[in-house]
């Protein structure tokens, strides 16, 4: 049986995923028969995500992923503007092993971009930032960095195109060729500009164009258990 953590990991995931979206409901009982836990322990769950940020209980309503404003969407990247580039500060030159898993990473990155696969792409974007996190060895800094990509995750889904991606692309490469080298000060001024570059792509006025619905069933429940684990109304029929 799945533990509240693993029930949260598994809502974080599908964040970052862009399987959830701001403003999607996460039903309580629909989240225990998904994942074939009782309600007692998704409201656990659900009440650890709440203390990080990741959802809201509406008064009458229920559970809800958060829809950040955009004051707390520029606070974001504010947050990331401090912790991404002094993370690279005292990197000095890492491993080859660790240069060559960045590169693949931002190879990955450049086909999904190449193929037009926009959920591919968006993941592995939004997840360099966790991968270079973990290739850097430090596991307090990846637990917040997976954190901080989920919150821009729905930061993005209400207030950015997804018209740059090549541009953040080339942006990635770059600080990994500066890590290549071992020139950790070009790397952290690279990562600066790079989430500067960021937060300025974000647009008010993109907010509220999508139309939140219920997608649970695809983001949480396994591909090999889609097909015998239908949705309680489902089964009712």
């Avoid at 656990?44 to 559970?63: C, H, N, P, Y």
């Avoid at 080298?181 to 008010?204: C, F, K, N, V, Y």
Wanted: net charge positive.
């Amino acid at each position: 049986m799945l533990s509240k953590s693993r029930i949260a990991e598994r809502v974080v995931q599908s964040i970052l995923s862009r399987k959830l979206r701001p403003g999607e409901r996460l039903g309580e009982q629909e989240l225990a028969d998904l994942f074939g836990v009782s309600r007692t322990l998704v409201r656990e769950a659900l009440m650890q995500l709440q203390a990080r940020g990741f959802v809201e209980v509406r008064s009458r309503l229920g559970w809800y992923v958060v829809e950040p404003s955009f004051e707390e969407a520029r606070e974001t990247y504010a947050a990331r503007r401090v912790i991404e580039p002094g993370m690279l500060r005292d990197a000095g030159k890492p491993l080859q092993s660790v240069i060559s898993t960045l590169r693949r990473h931002v190879a990955d990155e450049r086909k999904a971009i190449a193929a037009g696969d926009a959920g591919t792409r968006a993941v592995l974007l939004a997840d360099f930032h966790v991968c270079l996190a973990e290739c850097l060895g430090n596991r307090f800094l990846t637990s917040m960095m997976i954190d901080l990509s989920a919150r821009t995750t729905l930061v993005s889904a209400l207030y950015q195109s997804q018209a740059a991606a090549q541009e953040s692309n080339a942006d990635h490469a770059d600080i990994v060729a500066a890590l290549a080298a071992g020139d950790s000060p070009t790397a952290e001024r690279l990562m600066r500009e790079h989430i500067d570059a960021l937060a300025a792509r974000l647009d008010e006025t993109l907010a509220g164009k999508g139309s939140a619905r219920s997608r649970l069933h695809e983001a949480l429940v396994p591909a090999e258990l889609r097909s015998t684990r239908k949705p309680r109304a489902a089964r009712k029929a």
